[in-house]
């Protein structure tokens, strides 16, 4: 499979597929793709997967893209403005991403639940009680909200971010949350009452603008009818 992510603030991913290779996405993230690419629509591994996305909150049904014939093309489009990522997994190199951010991925890799350990960090961290867990080997291409910035994480090196900004982590980190300091802080601040903190060791992709950020900036704005 050969790739390339192109435009910007919309990018594409563009993938071309050898005979008889799939690729795997979440319902219509498809953008184009040539006349022998045949799609076939699958719980991807039977009721317990369709119940894992159900809870993790993504579509219940997966779409396979298959190249018949010979080579194939296929894109699937960003559905908000910012960056396309594409990461190699690979055995014991699992990464954990944001439940919205998955846009597809080779065949070989397996999209799964992963769940916060402490409850804190989950209801409090800002990316969600239950996350996703790319794993397996082959190559998988992630969405971020505005524009990105990677750090790779000593052991015991910790980083703070706001919340909803951690996109995407190493399985190696860990995440928590941490309350902000100081009464005159929390009240006028507008930071809000905690951060989530990861700590390494690993690397950890954090994004500008997080849609939510963004759907609360515009909403002074928005005009409503009566």
């Not at 290779?21 to 219509?28: A, I, L, P, R, W």
């Not at 750090?151 to 190493?170: E, H």
């Not at 690397?203 to 759907?215: E, G, K, T």
């Amino acid at each position: 499979m050969q790739y390339e992510i192109k435009g910007a603030p919309l990018p594409v991913l563009v993938c071309t597929l050898e005979a008889e290779e799939s690729m795997v996405t979440e319902s219509g993230s498809m953008a184009w793709m040539s006349e022998n690419m045949e799609m076939t629509t699958t719980s991807n591994g039977g009721v317990g997967k369709v119940f894992s996305r159900m809870v993790s909150g993504e579509r219940l049904f997966q779409n396979v893209y298959t190249a018949r014939g010979g080579q194939g093309l296929i894109a699937f489009a960003s559905s908000f403005p910012g960056e396309i990522l594409a990461g190699d997994i690979a055995p014991g190199k699992d990464i954990i991403v944001q439940k919205t951010c998955y846009l597809a991925s080779q065949r070989s890799v397996e999209l799964s639940m992963f769940f916060r350990k402490k409850l804190g960090a989950g209801l409090f961290g800002g990316e969600g009680f239950i996350m996703q867990r790319l794993s397996g080997s082959g190559k998988a291409f992630i969405e971020v909200d505005g524009s990105c910035t990677t750090y790779d994480l000593a052991p015991g090196q910790s980083i703070l971010a706001n919340t909803g900004y951690v996109v995407m982590m190493d399985a190696t980190c860990q995440m928590d949350v941490q309350a902000v300091k100081g009464v005159k802080n929390v009240v006028f601040g507008g930071e809000g009452l905690f951060n989530t903190k990861v700590t390494g060791p690993g690397r950890v992709v954090l994004q500008s603008m997080p849609i939510p950020r963004l759907a609360s900036a515009l909403q002074p704005f928005m005009v409503t009818g009566s």
